[in-house]
């Protein structure tokens, strides 16, 4: 309890602080709703670039006793709360004897500069999607498909950037972790969320195309995101094509691997084991291909974490937040393997921060440096996943290494 009461006390120090962001977009959002009622204004969601779901947190804090900025912050703090949650039950899924162990993991992302930052300064809403992807690795972990997809739908719902992870539910429908059925919960998921403001006179064609207007919004190839783009110098003007490519490039990128994990799945399972009758789905679903271990999903979340925003252009430099928190449950997964992946995640994803929250130190800093540190972790999650691939899978969901031994003296990782 004291860590967490330490955690808010930093973030209530940083309440009063009103970023750029806050005076042209968040305020006048809140101004609006304010202004028409609350959510009676949510007949008309034109007056900004989110999906309802955001905007109905808003406008509820518009009935409270209590200042715009104060409480659309301390949304994003609650959501802070959420990911160390989920990230302590994840953590727990491997050592539920040592619950010490869980509970330093989520101590760790509630800490993380980024994480701070992002609600207790910024007041952005990255934590909201971020809580329900990392909820759904959870669920996914529980062989509860149905909930994993749910959850997924809802981040989908409050953030595009949500689809950085929807890599691996490919994964994991392809090699039958997850039935494919259970991937129109996040069509529905996302459609009921819209249907209080449609209920409201919304038009649900605008709530239903709300990211394709985002799409042209910001022309730039990066903007302070530490990817790949920052290796990439194009003239003024000329940077449509070369965006256009660069989704191309990156879905290419990205399909080569998920190819690469499904044969990795099936070549390490190598003939299915029929499942009984008596057991779930999903659960079935772990004799029919024992080969994607629980340690092997987490590593192939945190790599599409890193991967996706990396190759992508337009990225902003808040989009490797997921990456942020992944980072610190893959390495309490595999400390002696990856203790090093959130140093260098943080070093890289909050010195990108500071070009924005600290313009003094801005021509201190090396873009292209934060993104030969990014290129870096992710080099070092891929390597550790592709050797994880190639060992035999170890009890505790951990595989086992080329070369070492079996038996009862064998260790897993961590």
């Known amino acids: 309890m004291a860590a967490v009461a330490s955690a808010l006390l930093v ?33 008309h969601t034109d007056f900004s670039d989110y999906n309802v779901p955001y905007l109905y947190l808003m406008a509820a804090l518009t009935y409270l006793p209590v200042a715009g900025l104060t409480g659309i912050k301390c949304i994003s703090i609650a959501f802070d709360l959420a990911l160390a949650y989920y990230a302590f039950r994840i953590v727990s899924l491997q050592s539920p004897h040592r619950p010490w162990r869980a509970f330093a993991a989520a101590v760790a992302v509630l800490f993380l500069p980024t994480v701070v930052t992002n609600s ?37 719902a409050f953030k595009l950037q949500a689809v950085f992870l929807f890599p691996l539910l490919l994964v994991l429908v392809l090699t039958r972790r997850i ?36 799409a ?4 730039d190839l990066t903007l302070n995101a530490p990817s790949v783009y920052q290796f990439v110098s194009v003239p003024q003007g000329e940077e449509d094509p070369v965006r256009r490519a660069g989704v191309l490039v990156a879905g290419v990128l990205v399909l080569v691997l998920v190819a690469l994990a499904v044969r990795a799945v099936r ?17 079935a679903a772990r004799h029919r291909w024992p080969g994607l271990t629980d340690t092997r999903i987490l590593l192939l979340a945190t790599v599409f974490s890193i991967a996706v925003p990396f ?61 030969a540190l990014m290129l870096l972790a992710l080099i070092t999650v891929v390597r550790t996943t592709a050797l994880e691939f190639r060992g035999a899978p170890a009890p505790g969901g951990s595989a086992r290494l080329p070369g070492q031994r079996t038996g009862p003296r064998t260790r897993t990782d961590g």
């Open 11 to 43: 973030r209530f120090l940083l309440l009063d602080y009103q970023s750029a962001d806050w005076h042209y977009f968040l305020e006048p959002w809140y101004r609006y709703l304010t202004e028409r009622g609350g959510f009676r204004a949510l007949d």
């Open 120 to 156: 207790g300064w910024w007041g952005q809403a990255d934590a909201i999607f971020t809580a329900f992807l990392v909820g759904g690795v959870h669920h996914v972990l529980r062989d509860r498909p149905w909930w994993a997809c749910s959850f997924f739908g809802a981040a989908l």
């Open 179 to 214: 039935p494919w059925r259970s991937l129109l919960a996040v069509p529905a998921v996302y459609v009921a969320l819209d249907v209080p403001a449609v209920l409201l006179g919304s038009d649900p064609w605008q709530l239903l195309t709300v990211y394709t207007r985002q």
């Open 216 to 219: 042209g919004i910001y022309p």
């Open 267 to 283: 070549r390490t399972d190598g003939t299915a084991v029929p499942a009984t009758g008596l057991e779930g789905e999903a659960a």
């Open 311 to 371: 190759l992508l252009p337009a990225m902003h430099e808040r989009y490797f937040y997921l990456a942020d928190v992944l980072s610190v449950i893959a390495a309490f997964r595999l400390p002696r393997r990856l203790w090093y992946l959130p140093v260098l995640v943080q070093l890289s994803s909050f010195g990108s921060y500071l070009k924005f929250i600290a313009p003094g130190v801005s021509p201190y800093l090396s873009m292209p440096a934060h993104g």
